[in-house]
């Protein structure tokens, strides 16, 4: 294990790279950041990975499942391998952070372990591995040469450790990924979906829900430099985005302080968040503080062009009647909150440590829809965390049954090593019972979505179609991407019952929601 090689830019020949990605919305922006840096620097991406000399795979550790995903892909790299094949494996992400050298040590196929603050160094690290081995495949050259380079190992890591939380003022001031995020590519045809994109307002998180790998494996809470921020959206603009969404673990716990984080040359610098405190006195921040309102009014006025602008997630508790304000005044912000609730049930929250009550919730969702009666709501759920009975289930069901959900995501808890909740309470809701309330909750969640759904007939709404696909779904095809149109929805029409058209239009929302209209 080693990072002997001092680093350097090095041209590449054309080294042929498969990248695939298993993750959440932050690690889709991952993926599409190192695929911009690599591809700058010569390395070719190939879409069959059989082709590929340097195979990525960009993990997630937020569940078992999402491990196991990225676990048979390294299986079934392992086998080529022993068929011979000279390849690079490399695992990046929350999994290589999480699991770390446990991974190694398990799977002698992988050539490269590099974690989510840690991708800035990545050509770096492959381009250790290459000489390594080339090193190590090199003739001797007699006397002169050096066994130790001979012997040397063609593996690299780049992992934050404990670095991410042992100061979290250093660490902000040692973010290469700032660089990252700035020198990402704004060509659109190097996007995968060149009208839309995601910006990152704020890494990690300082949350500790005691059953979520997150705050380790993304480290503390660091804000962007509002200046950067909306320049990044400003580029994507001009590059052809017309939605961009602004991620963040607690998108609505920006705030950034101007003035002490800067760089040698006096530029702006990430920052680490006041933490919650900020939140607790209710109080109008220090004038040089832009909060998340004032970001949103910010990206509102500077980029004109951006037909819709969203975020996620929104973290229930701390959601200021200011960002409400700035949502109901600017018509190009998307009335879509995904705001998880995770549970129903008061002391199973308590036990998540997720800092609110369902009252609070409740509450949080009544203010909005005061403030917003457009808004759309989306969630999570988890299912059979410890300790949750059965009143404690009912009580998540009345919950999805009351509030207008359009959708919740749901999971069956999942113990993750290195949490608080795997150490200190029993998993002790049998797989059977979570499978069975999962099951129930969806089922419920569709009687919800149907009402929420219900509620637009009629209405008039905003669509942004970017999909054509044919009825029923055979290869959906992309045409006429981006295009923001008025649509009048009216509900189930006979004519087009009696006639169904072989191809529908399919686009979203202002709220998200799933629009698809059949087209003539
Ligand atoms: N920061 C976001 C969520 C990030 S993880 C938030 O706080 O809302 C996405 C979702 O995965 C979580 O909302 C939670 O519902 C789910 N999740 C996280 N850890 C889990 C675990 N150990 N088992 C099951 N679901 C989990
Ligand atoms: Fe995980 Fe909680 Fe942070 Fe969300 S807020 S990422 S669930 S610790
Ligand atoms: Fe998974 Fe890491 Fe995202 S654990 S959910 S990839 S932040």
Not at 178 to 206: H, K, M, Q
Request: aromatic residues 6%.
């Amino acid at each position: 294990l080693l990072a002997v090689f001092p680093p350097r830019a090095t041209l590449v020949g054309p080294v042929r790279v498969y990248l695939e990605t298993f993750g959440c919305q932050m690690t889709e922006l991952d993926s599409a950041l190192v695929r911009g840096h690599l591809a700058a620097m010569g390395y070719r991406f190939v879409e069959d990975h059989a082709q590929a000399q340097v195979v990525l795979y960009t993990t997630c550790s937020v569940r078992e499942l999402a491990e196991q995903k990225a676990y048979s892909r390294i299986g079934e790299v392992g086998v080529r391998k022993r068929e011979g094949e000279e390849i690079i494996l490399g695992v990046l992400g929350c999994m290589a952070e999480r699991d770390g050298l446990d991974l190694l040590r398990r799977h002698p196929q992988v050539a490269l372990l590099c974690g989510p603050a840690e991708l800035d160094r990545l050509p770096q690290l492959i381009d250790n591995v290459r000489r390594a081995r080339a090193a190590a495949t090199a003739e001797p050259r007699g006397e002169g040469s050096i066994p130790a380079v001979r012997n040397a190992s063609s593996r690299a890591v780049a992992l934050a450790g404990n670095r991410s939380r042992r100061s979290a003022t250093l660490s902000a001031a040692e973010d290469g990924l700032e660089s990252l995020d700035l020198s990402r590519a704004f060509d659109p045809d190097a996007r995968e979906n060149p009208w839309s994109a995601y910006v990152r307002i704020t890494r990690g998180c300082n949350k500790f829900c005691t059953y979520c790998v997150v705050p380790y494996t993304r480290g503390a809470e660091v804000h962007r430099p509002p200046e950067h921020i909306v320049e990044e959206c400003r580029r994507l603009v001009d590059s052809g985005a017309v939605e961009i969404t602004l991620l963040g673990q607690t998108v609505n716990h920006y705030r950034y302080t101007h003035g002490p984080a800067v760089t040698l040359d006096g530029r702006a610098a990430p920052q680490v968040g006041p933490g919650l405190q900020a939140f607790r006195d209710g109080s109008r921040p220090a004038a040089r503080t832009t909060t998340f309102a004032d970001l949103l009014h910010l990206i509102h006025e500077r980029v004109p062009g951006l037909r819709r602008l969203r975020f996620v997630t929104s973290y229930p508790r701390d959601f200021g009647d200011d960002v409400r304000a700035v949502m109901r005044d600017s018509p190009r912000i998307c009335r879509y909150l995904h705001a998880p609730a995770q549970s129903g049930s008061d002391p199973v929250l308590a036990r998540m440590n997720r800092g609110y009550t369902v009252a609070e919730y409740e509450a949080f969702v009544e203010r909005t829809f005061a403030a917003l009666p457009d808004a759309s709501l989306a969630g999570d759920i988890i299912v059979g965390f410890p300790g949750e009975t059965d009143a404690d289930f009912d009580a998540t069901c009345s919950l999805v049954r009351r509030l207008p959900f359009k959708n919740n995501f749901i999971f069956k808890y999942s113990p993750r090593p290195g949490t608080v909740a795997i150490d200190r309470f029993a998993d002790d809701v049998p797989d059977e019972v979570k499978r069975w309330r999962n099951n129930a909750l969806l089922a419920i969640q569709s009687e919800t979505s149907a009402r929420v759904h219900a509620g637009w007939v009629g209405r008039t709404v905003d669509v942004l179609f970017d999909a054509v696909r044919e009825r029923p779904a055979q290869g959906a095809v992309r045409a006429a991407p981006g295009t923001p149109v008025t649509l009048r929805v009216r509900g189930e029409d006979p004519a087009l019952q009696a006639a169904p058209s072989a191809w529908q239009a399919v686009g979203r929302t202002r709220g998200d929601l799933i629009v698809a209209v059949d087209l003539p």
